[in-house]
């Protein structure tokens, strides 16, 4: 099959992966949710050999995720399981979980969801880093995203860009407090949390 591409990955993925060197310098197992194209994955997993990087989305991503994988070959990219953050969700734990432009997709329940789920498949020391646009108290921070915004809505209201202090409560109350709040190219951010265990 012809591998799916996604533009956007080429551009943000240097940007990111500086981040990620960084936060899961001391990691060894991530689960990264929403993995789309697979395209990060095997860009992050070949820079940061260290990591077992755990692809995972809904069941239609996941043929376009194995012909990355399989044409990148590398021994720590594991066969992608199926996640869907309102369903069943894997029973493995990990010590880093990552996500890029996964919570403007999914609906506001959806991502309540992710979050409460986070504490059952994440060890005492997990580190929790998401890519992607964020409100701040409520208002755009660039007329960009707010067109952004306009457009995701129209194709289904459910999505749209989320206020990065409700998204820090879920977080809370997952048991995850934010570390950093990383500026990025094109008005995203990189958030980071830690498990408030190990904090």
């Given at each position: 099959?012809?591998?799916?591409?996604?533009?956007?990955?080429?551009?943000?993925?240097?940007?990111?992966?500086?981040?990620?060197?960084?936060?899961?310098?001391?990691?060894?197992?991530?689960?990264?949710?929403g993995?789309?194209?697979?395209?990060?994955?095997?860009?992050?997993?070949?820079?940061?050999?260290?990591?077992?990087?755990?692809?995972?989305?809904r069941?239609?991503?996941?043929?376009?995720?194995?012909?990355?994988?399989?044409?990148?070959?590398?021994?720590?990219?594991?066969?992608?399981?199926?996640?869907?953050?309102?369903?069943?969700?894997?029973?493995?734990?990990?010590?880093?979980?990552?996500?890029?432009?996964?919570?403007?997709?999914?609906?506001?329940?959806?991502?309540?969801?992710?979050?409460?789920?986070?504490?059952?498949?994440?060890?005492?020391?997990?580190?929790?880093?998401?890519?992607?646009?964020?409100?701040?108290?409520?208002?755009?921070?660039?007329?960009?995203?707010?067109?952004?915004?306009?457009?995701?809505?129209?194709?289904?209201?459910?999505?749209?860009?989320?206020?990065?202090?409700?998204?820090?409560?879920?977080?809370?109350?997952?048991?995850?407090?934010?570390?950093?709040?990383?500026?990025?190219?094109?008005?995203?951010?990189?958030?980071?949390?830690r498990?408030?265990?190990?904090?």
């Amino acid at each position: 099959m012809d591998k799916p591409f996604a533009p956007a990955c080429e551009r943000n993925r240097e940007p990111i992966l500086g981040v990620l060197r960084e936060v899961f310098a001391q990691c060894t197992r991530v689960l990264e949710i929403g993995s789309g194209t697979g395209q990060h994955a095997v860009h992050f997993a070949a820079a940061m050999p260290w990591l077992d990087w755990q692809c995972s989305d809904r069941a239609e991503y996941l043929p376009g995720i194995r012909a990355w994988l399989d044409e990148a070959g590398l021994p720590n990219t594991p066969a992608p399981i199926e996640l869907d953050v309102a369903g069943h969700w894997p029973s493995a734990r990990y010590d880093a979980v990552f996500s890029a432009n996964t919570l403007h997709i999914m609906g506001w329940a959806e991502v309540g969801q992710l979050f409460a789920h986070l504490s059952a498949i994440t060890t005492d020391d997990a580190v929790l880093a998401i890519y992607g646009p964020f409100n701040r108290d409520g208002h755009f921070t660039s007329d960009s995203n707010a067109a952004f915004d306009r457009s995701l809505k129209l194709r289904d209201p459910r999505m749209g860009l989320r206020d990065a202090e409700a998204v820090d409560a879920l977080a809370g109350t997952a048991g995850f407090v934010l570390l950093e709040d990383r500026a990025m190219p094109a008005n995203n951010r990189c958030r980071v949390w830690r498990r408030l265990s190990a904090a």
